[in-house]
Nanobody
Framework: QLQLVESGGGLVQPGGSLRLSCAASGFTVDYYLIGWFRQAPGKEREGVSC????????AYAESVKGRFTISRDNAKNTVYLQMNSLKPEDTAVYYCVAGPAIGSRLKILWSHSSWYDYWGQGTQVTVSS
């Protein structure tokens, strides 16, 4: 059974950092496109970042570029999202997602939630003083 389990969320002050982890079971992360989405209360779900299965190419939402970094540890079958310089507007439930390899269409399709077949249960990130 394919499963994604997120961890690492919590409460942090503005300007602080958190690292989210996404542990996969039932499949190998380096064969899938792995991404992070988030949803804040009253807002639409949005793509945050992804990392491709082939060459490890990454993509980021404009709102997090330069602050968030996605990475993958194949030995641990885990994907991470390092979040620095956090802002109150980063407050949301963060979901780890997995979908089929996307190849050259990465920049076009990665932020479409319908591309992804598997979703984790989510982890809450709250940025507040």
């Amino acid at each position: 059974q394919l499963q994604l389990v997120e961890s690492g969320g919590g409460l942090v002050q503005p300007g602080g950092s958190l690292r989210l982890s996404c542990a996969a079971s039932g499949f190998t992360v380096d064969y899938y496109l792995i991404g992070w989405f988030r949803q804040a209360p009253g807002k639409e779900r949005e793509g945050v970042s992804c990392i491709s299965s082939s060459d490890g190419s990454t993509a980021y939402a404009e709102s997090v570029k330069g602050r968030f970094t996605i990475s993958r540890d194949n030995a641990k079958n885990t994907v991470y999202l390092q979040m620095n310089s956090l802002k109150p507007e980063d407050t949301a439930v963060y979901y780890c997602v997995a979908g089929p390899a996307i190849g050259s269409r990465l920049k076009i399709l990665w932020s479409h939630s319908s591309w992804y077949d598997y979703w984790g249960q989510g982890t809450q990130v709250t940025v507040s003083s």
